[in-house]
């Protein structure tokens, strides 16, 4: 009877060194890795479920904070987004990144209808104009006043609240209805695309968030390829090669390509995540062949010699697929499809999609599905309505 998590029966063994079915056997004897489980599933202690927590034999996620309460970690907070606020506090989010009227701000970008008071709160009017007038940086559209007028970002593009006539106009990408008979540029979810105003680099796509000639703070680009939910126009603009429906770059499952942000040498195809000259954590190319993962252009690039150089251009190991709790380097290793960091930190196998709080590298690892459903960093499932 044929093995069911193979897509092709193992070979005899006198040909296992030939084919490559040594790392297939192997594969069967390999250590199993922790998964976080959903809420409602069956737990011991806190570290088996996503939610951190795991209340009368149950994982739960009952207790986690609202927008606006202080957290440290991104299990403490039902939007599973725990980011700076506008006193340089870590505090939850809301699931689309942005802050609801009366919670802390320091910018008018910060909160989701783009309106800071000067009391520090979001609400109140939208932001004011380039050029409009104003009494603080709060009232600004671009996050600074100067001389009493509102400073223009000067990136090449205009921030959330800015008017606009076309979609090309705005740093998200995005022209449309920001206030009642009122065209401006529209906040995008999760993480601030480059050119949009920022606090702290923590607010940023890219990790990177500097001030700009005119003494507004925005978030700049990394050089080279785009990292993921970034703007994309196609894929290969993306440094993982995906870009979205969205128009955002998104990750393609599994372990990061080169120059993808990474936390650690485990995030990386190349198993080396490095800090580039901007400060920021990347992954990058290691000398010699290309571990499984990794672009290339031809098979004979690759270490493993069972590995083909696949249509996406990354060398892949093809002919059989894994079943949960293994480890992988691509989604498609696994028989279902889902590549995805575990407790440990390690990539494994998932059985089924990833419940909201579980880790991610891609929006198709996650139950919800669809763009935005894989956010923050470093990412994890969010809840999409």
């Known amino acids: 009877m044929p093995v069911p998590w193979l897509r092709r029966p193992l070979c005899f063994c006198a040909a296992l060194a030939a084919v490559g079915c040594v790392r297939d056997v192997e594969l069967a004897t390999a250590p ?37 309460a202080r957290c440290a970690r991104a299990e403490d907070c039902c939007s599973y987004l725990c980011q700076q606020d506008g006193s340089g506090q870590l505090a939850c989010a809301a699931d689309n990144g942005c802050a609801s009227d009366g919670l802390l701000c320091g910018r008018a970008g910060a909160c989701c209808y783009l309106g800071c008071t000067s009391q520090g709160t979001c609400g109140g009017a939208i932001c004011v104009q380039a050029d409009g007038p104003c009494a603080v940086a709060s009232d600004c559209c671009s996050g600074e006043c100067a001389a009493g007028k509102c400073a223009a970002l000067g990136t090449g593009c205009r921030a959330a609240g800015e008017r606009c006539a076309a979609d090309g106009d705005c740093c998200g990408g995005q022209c449309g209805a920001v206030a009642e008979a009122a065209t ?6 999760g993480c601030r695309v480059a050119g949009e105003t920022c606090t702290s680099a923590t607010n940023c796509c890219s990790g990177l968030c500097q001030v700009a000639a005119s003494g507004a703070a925005n978030c700049k680009a990394l050089p080279g390829c785009k990292v993921i939910a970034e703007r994309c126009t196609e894929a290969k603009n993306c440094c993982s090669g995906v870009c979205g429906s969205d128009g955002r770059c998104q990750g393609g499952g599994g372990c990061f390509r080169k120059d993808e942000r990474c ?27 290309k571990a499984t993962g990794e672009a290339c252009k031809k098979p004979g690039e690759c270490c493993d010699s069972a590995a083909t150089c696949d249509a996406d251009g990354r060398c892949s190991l093809a002919g059989y697929c894994r079943p949960a709790g293994r480890p992988c380097a691509l989604a498609a290793d696994c028989c279902s499809g889902v590549c995805a960091p575990s407790t440990s930190g390690k990539l494994a196998c998932r059985e089924g999609c990833a ?9 198709a690892d996650c139950c919800a599905g669809g763009p935005g459903s894989c956010g923050g960093f470093p990412a994890r499932c969010l809840r999409v309505e």
């Open 32 to 68: 199993v890795l922790v998964l976080c489980a959903g809420d409602g599933a069956a737990c011991g202690t806190g570290a088996e479920c996503c939610s951190g927590t795991c209340a009368d034999g149950l994982c739960s996620h009952a207790l986690c904070a609202v927008e606006g």
């Open 184 to 189: 401006g540029c529209l906040l995008l979810g």
């Open 263 to 289: 936390q650690s040498n485990e995030d990386c195809c190349s198993g080396t995540c490095r800090t580039i000259p901007e400060g920021v954590l990347r992954c990058a190319d290691t000398p010699g062949c």
């Open 355 to 363: 419940p909201a709080g579980a880790p991610c590298t891609a929006a």
